[in-house]
């Protein structure tokens, strides 16, 4: 991926119903969005030209915006069509695209109830999450200090920007010990989910994941549980404790950025990448790139 800074990149966004070029798609520093959390976000992947499940995305976002209490001011259809025509304008068919919505800069407070929405979508290249060389032989990953919070206490079903700050911070200590991700708990000290991807487990030729019910259902999450079903795993959503780790012998993680990833160690526990994770990568890839699969 590019070494240049993001705000300094060349193409296009979509920025209020508009393509703006790149470099202008600027935002004033008190936007409420920056200060207050009020945003919302998706992360998509296009192979091929087309983005994989862009509608249930599309819903996704607005969803996630009336769980924080604004609406975003446009359909579903127009948004996937303001996708499209983002990779289209940057001339890409395989992207990473990032659609985003926030509360403007009417007014400074916690209380914004009439600040303008904005919606802006970008699109780059970003062939994979993490190091392929490494990602074949499973990447290691720490255990986080921080938990996913209480659903009592935040709105755990929207992909809220002010959800990932406890992220952002444990992934970075885990990088600073030589890890590439963390593994974080729940509210209650089950396994939950990494900083950026939901997290799967095989054992006696069973798939096990925990309930995401107070952390993020992730679309690719969703998406590998039918591809196991159909495959004719079982497939167990469980709460599973941090204690059940050293019984597992396979791990992954998925998310649109990471994929289907194999995992080799969390923290003292170690795994093997094996037949299963590697049919649900391939079947996974088949999945979102069913042209090349099919030429293939």
């Avoid at 030209?49 to 127009?78: C, M, N, Q, W």
Wanted: hydrophobic share 40%; glycine share 8%; charged share 25%.
């Amino acid at each position: 991926m590019s070494a240049t800074p993001f705000d300094q990149r060349d193409g296009w966004i979509w920025y209020d119903g508009q393509i703006v070029p790149w470099k202008e798609a600027k935002i004033h520093i008190l936007s409420h969005g920056l200060h207050y959390g009020s945003s919302v976000f998706e992360g998509e992947r296009a192979y091929g030209g087309e983005i994989f499940k862009s509608t249930e995305h599309s819903e996704r976002l607005k969803k996630s915006a009336e769980i924080l209490d604004f609406e975003i001011p446009y359909t579903v259809a127009e948004i996937d069509a303001a996708k499209r025509l983002v990779i289209e304008k940057n001339g890409q068919t395989d992207a990473y695209l990032r659609p985003v919505a926030w509360r403007g800069s009417e007014m400074m407070g916690v209380a914004a109830q009439h600040n303008k929405i904005h919606l802006a979508i970008a699109s780059w290249e970003w062939p994979s999450y993490f190091d392929p060389a490494q990602k074949m032989k499973g990447i290691r990953i720490d255990m986080a200090d921080y938990r996913r919070p209480d659903p009592a206490t935040a709105p755990s079903t929207a992909k809220a920007a002010g959800l990932y700050m406890i992220c952002t911070i444990s992934k970075h200590r885990a990088e600073r010990r030589g890890y590439a991700d963390a593994l974080m708990l729940d509210w209650q000290g089950r396994v939950a989910e990494c900083t950026g991807a939901n997290v799967f487990f095989v054992r006696d030729g069973a798939v096990h994941t925990p309930i995401a019910d107070c952390f993020l259902d992730g679309i690719t999450r969703r998406t590998v549980i039918d591809l196991a079903k159909r495959r004719g795993f079982e497939v167990q959503e469980r709460r599973i404790m941090p204690e059940e780790l050293s019984s597992f012998s396979e791990c992954f993680i998925t998310g649109t950025a990471a994929e289907v990833t194999p995992v080799s160690e969390i923290g003292s526990y170690t795994f093997k990448p094996g037949n299963m994770t590697k049919t649900l990568m391939d079947d996974y890839t088949a999945e979102v790139q069913p042209k090349k699969a099919k030429a293939a």
